[in-house]
């Protein structure tokens, strides 16, 4: 497979840091700089596929290197650009108004450059993005083209979506780092969500200092009505696996090393039982295969967009098994779960770590599944990402190692309800004590 050259991606994923820096002393010419960016984007985007829609224009146009740039999933409506929602036959609708979430970072200085590719619907088994860090993974997720587009260097941050971890794969599988913002309904406003009890909105940056700077420069905690966080010198760490379930040797050693680091410099770390939450991993798919019925059923039988592809249909399908009454009772059990793992990581855990999956990185050859099982969900292999969507909390998810193979192994940080600024701090720290993760490092 054909891999961007690590000296061109370097150029245009500098540290955004040290990227204000340099523009700031005129180390970086600026025109020059958005000149060979568009020239990068231009001869690269067709071998990664990012993005549905790119502008180079507003690229020319923008404010870098000095200011920072955005891409959002071609599920959120963006004013100006059409919404496909991935749908391969032709669909597209023209929002006049941005969502929320783009009004909110566009009126702090982002500027939107592009629409990230997506798979049909969020639904449909076909990746159309390409890794652009290790080639031979997958992008895993339908945010797969908000993890390539930042990943590449074609933009700085993007936002994506997720309700079962489809932000949280791709960008650990290109090395990147993603943030799950605590899910409300009016983050989905403009947002064609798959599962709205289950979803919200996130961000994809490169690492975790890069987020941290786009948090604190931009003022998106204030913007997005995240809770200021106290800086934590003792942090009270659960960490959790689901019972009888067997982890890859590699990431149970990869989350011991990690734990063992953490308690080494003095944080509290334990290993509750919470048998009672994995197991309620069945509910939550079924929950989010009827929602997705509910939200894109209507989508079956659209002469603009007929005919949705066999695997997106059959997904979207799935969702009809579960009765009314059944999904009254899902939503019941959702909302004692949420309640519940909300007041642990209140009154005795800051945090929660788990591992991003029980195995590697899935290679980019492989066949994929539709995110929504397409058989009973006990028969499915239940993944450890639904977890936090079920509770409706915040997650951030980064890389923390690479396996003997040169797959990065993902970590999962969890937190209460508007607990994002201590997310990042976390994951600043983690990263740190995992000797800094770089793009860089993976060419």
């Known amino acids: 497979m054909m891999s961007i050259p690590a000296a061109e991606r370097e150029r245009f994923t500098l540290p955004l840091a040290r990227r204000r820096l340099l523009a700031e002393r005129g180390a970086i010419d600026a025109d020059r700089y958005r000149r060979e960016l568009v020239d990068y984007v231009r001869r690269f985007d067709p071998q990664v596929r990012a993005f549905a829609d790119w502008r180079p224009a507003d690229l020319e146009g923008s404010p870098l290197p000095y200011g920072c740039t955005v891409s959002y999933k071609d599920t959120i409506d963006v004013a100006g650009f059409p919404t496909r929602l991935g749908i391969r036959s032709g669909y597209r609708s023209y929002p006049s108004r941005s969502a929320a979430i783009a009004s909110q970072l566009s009126a702090r200085g982002l500027l939107c450059v592009g629409k990230a590719a997506v798979t049909e619907c969020a639904l449909g088994t076909e990746r159309p993005s390409l890794n652009p860090t290790y080639p031979d993974l997958s992008a895993s997720g339908s945010s797969t083209g908000s993890a390539v587009s930042v990943a590449a260097g074609f933009c700085d941050v993007s936002v994506g979506t997720d ?4 932000i949280r794969w791709p960008a650990v599988y ?31 940056a490169r690492t975790p200092a890069d987020l941290d700077w786009l948090w604190r420069t931009y003022g998106l905690g204030a913007a997005l009505g995240a809770e200021p966080s106290p800086q934590r010198h003792r942090l009270r760490i659960g960490v959790t696996v689901p019972p009888g379930e067997r982890l890859h040797s590699e990431v149970a050693d990869a989350l011991a090393a990690v734990a063992d680091r953490l308690a080494d410099r003095g944080h509290v770390l334990s290993h509750p039982d919470l048998g009672w939450v994995w197991r309620q991993r069945a509910d939550a798919w079924e929950l989010l295969s009827r929602e997705a019925y509910d939200g894109f059923g209507a989508l079956l039988d659209d002469t603009r967009c007929t005919p949705l592809a066999a695997d997106t249909r059959l997904a979207v399908e799935t969702g009809a098994r579960t009765s009314d009454a059944r999904y009254a009772e899902l939503r019941r059990r959702q909302q004692q779960v949420s309640s519940r793992l909300a007041r642990l990581l209140t009154d005795e855990f800051d945090l929660l770590a788990v591992p991003l999956e029980k195995g590697l990185p899935d290679r980019a050859d492989r066949q994929y599944a539709s995110v929504v099982p397409t058989e009973q969900p006990d028969a499915v292999d239940l993944s450890l990402t639904i977890l936090a969507s079920h509770a ?24 209460r309800p508007g607990a994002e600024d201590l997310l990042i701090s976390a994951a600043k720290l983690v990263s740190a004590l995992c000797q800094p993760y770089h793009l860089q490092e993976a060419s």
């Open 163 to 166: 309700s079962g971890g489809s």
């Open 174 to 204: 290109c090395g990147a780092t993603a943030l799950r913002l605590t899910p409300r309904s009016d983050r989905l406003t403009g947002v064609h969500a798959v599962s709205p009890s289950l979803e919200s909105v996130g961000l994809v």
């Open 392 to 415: 409706r909390l915040p997650v951030l998810a980064l890389p923390v190692v690479l396996s003997t193979d040169g797959a990065p192994i993902g970590l999962q940080l969890l937190a």
